[in-house]
């Protein structure tokens, strides 16, 4: 296996320029989009739901958004985003022609997706800090914790882009993995809803760490399995970072 | 000296063996043509050679680095222009350069100042802010050519470059790279076009079934396959096999092509008289690159 080097950043610029190019046509996706939600499900559905957790629901539900809005912006960008520079345009081509190696392209593709979470993140907190939803400063930390699940979601991403035949194969990875996550890692309602098997199984949805995370770092309430939590989301970056490292060699380099 | 060397190149997908243990050795300053059909392997060698696709047996060295422990210093000195477009569609004329001189790390100002200079140099200035889609065949064409020339390449590998362009362009890209070589720039070029292959290569390797079938300057080539000249007899088909069988006697080298009968390697016109009843039938012509061409590589489909 080999590794990627510092030049992994002209990849990032790369996507940063053309990003700031067009970010028009991308913000209302990652910054209307959740307000929305936020605004229709906290106070429109909120009003019948009364306290969750001895919060508003609007408060519950914030954290998540944020989570989940992060992960979505890192997912989008390394799926659909990445293929069509690999397959249709053919910019990882031309970028391996140069000194920059596979690796360097695959984690300057992965860090750009956890710099698009972050910027996603920390707009959203900013938001519902504006509706005084956010009353710890451990809340600080979120854009840091929004960039880490960014490496996260990204490297898993790119993992599926290196391996399917074609953009309509992201269909699944949406349907049967993204979406079930938004739902059933405690965004909208505590796990401690679900039946016990539930509850389990939700903690292999990478998401599920995160929300915890983002809702202890928001009220400020924390306790020692937000530990475990840390944990599990920097081994599993890890992991799928370095895996994807391999696959993306392997589907390029021939 | 050998600016790039390879040995016993081999490179082999699944049951298609694209490259056959080619060894070769392209000189400091020289251009080097790589000559073949379609399929003949020709795109692989290239690749193997600018570091994007690994050998699967055999090396390469340019400038004395070994290409599998010195990939990314050899990049940095090479100008890679493509068959295909793959410029990029999300960044204008002018980023597309500006981006690639940060992919070889050159300064900010120093790129800007490159840029300005080949996107004039291929009368592409008017274009700066223009997007690719915007960019007609010609011009991405250009495009890709001055995108090979941001890091001052000291070896220009060019893949089919005036592929689909129009006899201006062509041209214009021919008189490039012949200021290029004149300035010392090593250039291996991939074409079919044989006469961009004449025009501009000191020597020309034509390469079939992954082999190097044979290697030499174009006018060593066309002498020693089919001499100077080539004879042309058009044909009847009462008068067919009389003139076969005429010309097998006098033993001469000739191919039916089809209609038509060339005959090489005349030395004398004497030899070829008296061969068909009217003299209006046989023609003459100079031998190019392109009947070298068929005779090594045949007239068959390779694909």
């Not at chain 1, 306790?223 to 475990?228: A, I, K, P, T, V």
Request: hydrophobic content about 45%; charged content about 20%; some cysteine.
């Amino acid at each position: 296996m080999k590794f990627p080097s510092w030049h992994f950043i002209r990849v990032w610029q790369r996507n940063r320029d053309v990003f700031f190019r067009l970010w028009h046509s991308e913000a209302p996706g990652f910054v209307a989009e959740p307000i929305i939600i936020l605004v229709a499900m906290g106070l429109g559905l909120g009003a019948y739901i009364g306290l969750v957790d001895g919060q508003q629901y609007i408060e519950f539900i914030a954290p998540g958004i944020i989570a989940s809005y992060a992960m979505f912006s890192a997912t989008f960008e390394c799926t659909y985003g990445s293929f069509v520079r690999m397959e249709y345009q053919k910019t990882y081509d031309a970028i391996i022609a140069t000194p920059l190696s596979i690796e360097d392209v695959t984690a300057g593709e992965i860090f750009w997706g956890a710099t698009r979470s972050f910027m996603t993140g920390t707009i959203i907190l900013v938001i519902a800090a504006a509706f005084q939803l956010v009353p710890s400063l451990w809340a600080l930390a979120i854009p840091a914790l929004a960039f880490l699940e960014g490496i996260m979601f990204a490297s898993i991403a790119i993992l599926f882009t290196s391996i399917v035949p074609a953009i309509y194969s992201f269909n699944y990875y949406f349907t049967l993995f993204i979406t079930p996550m938004f739902f059933f890692s405690g965004v909208f309602f505590p796990l401690s809803s679900f039946p016990e098997i539930v509850q389990t199984l939700s903690w292999i949805a990478p998401l599920t760490p995160v929300v915890h995370l983002t809702r202890a770092l928001i009220s400020g309430d924390f306790h020692l399995d937000l530990l475990w939590a840390l944990a599990l989301i920097i081994v599993l970056s890890a992991l799928f970072f370095c895996v994807s490292l391999v696959t993306m060699r392997r589907r390029l380099i021939i | 000296m050998a600016i790039i060397k390879t040995k016993n190149l081999t490179k082999k997908f699944k049951d298609l063996l694209a490259v056959d243990t080619v060894n070769l050795e392209i000189k400091q300053g020289e251009c080097f043509g790589l000559l073949g059909p379609n399929g003949a392997g020709k795109t692989s060698l290239i690749r193997m050679i600018t570091a994007v696709s690994p050998p699967t047996k055999g090396d390469i060295w340019v400038q004395g680095n070994n290409l599998r422990t010195h990939s990314r210093q050899v990049k940095a000195i090479l100008g890679v222009v493509p068959q295909l477009d793959n410029l990029d569609e999300d960044l204008t004329v002018f980023q597309n350069l500006m981006t690639f001189a940060r992919y070889f790390s050159i300064h900010k100002n120093e790129a800007y100042r490159r840029s300005m200079e080949i996107l004039s140099l291929f009368e592409l200035q008017n274009k700066c802010n223009s997007h690719i889609r915007e960019l007609s065949w010609g011009m991405k064409r250009r495009l890709l050519l001055a995108r090979g020339l941001i890091n001052m390449p000291k070896i220009m590998v060019l893949d089919e470059p005036t592929i689909g362009l129009d006899p201006q362009t062509k041209y214009l890209v021919w008189h490039k790279l012949t200021d290029l070589k004149s300035q010392g720039v090593t250039q291996l070029l991939c074409t079919q076009n044989m006469e961009e292959a004449s025009i501009l290569r000191n020597r020309v390797a034509i390469m079939h079934q992954g082999k190097i079938l044979s290697l030499d300057t174009p006018q060593e080539l066309i002498s020693r396959y089919v001499g100077n000249e080539v004879w042309e007899i058009g044909l009847n088909s009462e008068e067919r096999d009389r003139t076969v069988e005429e010309l097998e006697r006098r033993g001469l080298d000739f191919e039916d092509v089809g209609g038509k009968i060339h005959v090489f390697h005349i030395e004398a016109e004497e030899s070829i008289s008296g061969l068909v009843s009217s003299q209006g039938r046989l023609r003459q012509r100079p031998a190019t690159l392109e009947d070298v061409f068929f005779r090594l590589t045949g007239r068959s489909l390779a694909e």
